[in-house]
């Protein structure tokens, strides 16, 4: 399968702990973008990397949650100290710049008890 | 503010039939404008995209319609198919922002024998 992959799935942590997602583009995809999306909601943007550069940043990434890509290749999304408020899918998507086509991965479920 | 209005908020028809969702947008400057499917617990999926300058598009059992002067588009389904319950998402692009898709809340269309 040469889709973006997102690991893990699901996740499910204490409130207080500190959760990690991994996201593999498609290969030769120069743009990453995370999202974040709640039950009956559209994704929200949360931050967007051109190769190994984070270039956007949304004010929903707050101090707790950090991004990074890097080698421009995989992305991690971290988020510390997690909140019950951060339960939600999180959503990783590549794409080429020339076609301007996104795709998205399967998404990891994060659940904060 | 930058919005993305989608309607109905969900949709019930039959196997066969034709519907039609609806997308209002106040987003400016105006990029593009896309759908995508998204099934329960999945990552969205791109089916079409559309720039200013382009009215209509297909793609197979699927036509989007654009007017950038009104600020609305259209996602018509023909001869649905059970595998078409999903939710349909309307995203736009600001023109100067590459990362921040702004998504409308999708409409869930559910297609019964």
């Known amino acids: 399968d040469t889709g973006v992959s997102q690991n893990p799935r699901h996740k499910i942590t204490k409130r207080g702990q500190n959760v990690t997602f991994r996201c593999d583009p498609i290969s030769e995809h120069n743009r990453l973008y995370w999202y974040r999306q709640t039950l009956g909601q559209g994704p929200e943007f949360l931050t967007y990397?051109?190769?190994?550069?984070?270039?956007?940043k949304s004010r929903l990434l707050s101090d707790r949650f950090s991004a990074e890509r890097p080698k421009g290749s995989f992305s991690t999304l971290e988020i510390q100290r997690t909140e019950q408020g951060d339960s939600a899918m999180y959503l990783c998507?590549?794409?080429?710049?020339?076609?301007?086509?996104?795709?998205f991965g399967e998404g990891s479920w994060l659940t904060v008890v | 503010k930058n919005q993305v209005e989608q309607s109905p908020q969900s949709l019930i028809i039959l196997e066969g039939k034709n519907c039609t969702l609806q997308c209002n947008y106040t987003v400016s400057p105006f990029s593009n404008l896309r759908w995508y499917k998204q099934d329960t617990g999945r990552g969205p999926v791109s089916l079409t995209i559309m720039t200013f300058s382009e009215n209509t598009k297909s793609n197979g059992r699927y036509t989007a319609t654009l007017d950038a002067d009104t600020k609305q588009s259209s996602l018509h389904i023909t001869a649905s198919q059970l595998s078409d319950s999903a939710s349909y998402i309307c995203v736009v692009r600001r023109e100067g922002s590459q990362g921040n898709l702004i998504f409308g809340k999708g409409t869930k269309l559910s297609v019964k024998p």
């Open positions: 998507a590549s794409g080429f710049e020339v076609l301007d086509t996104i795709y």
């Open positions: 990397f051109q190769n190994e550069a984070q270039l956007e």
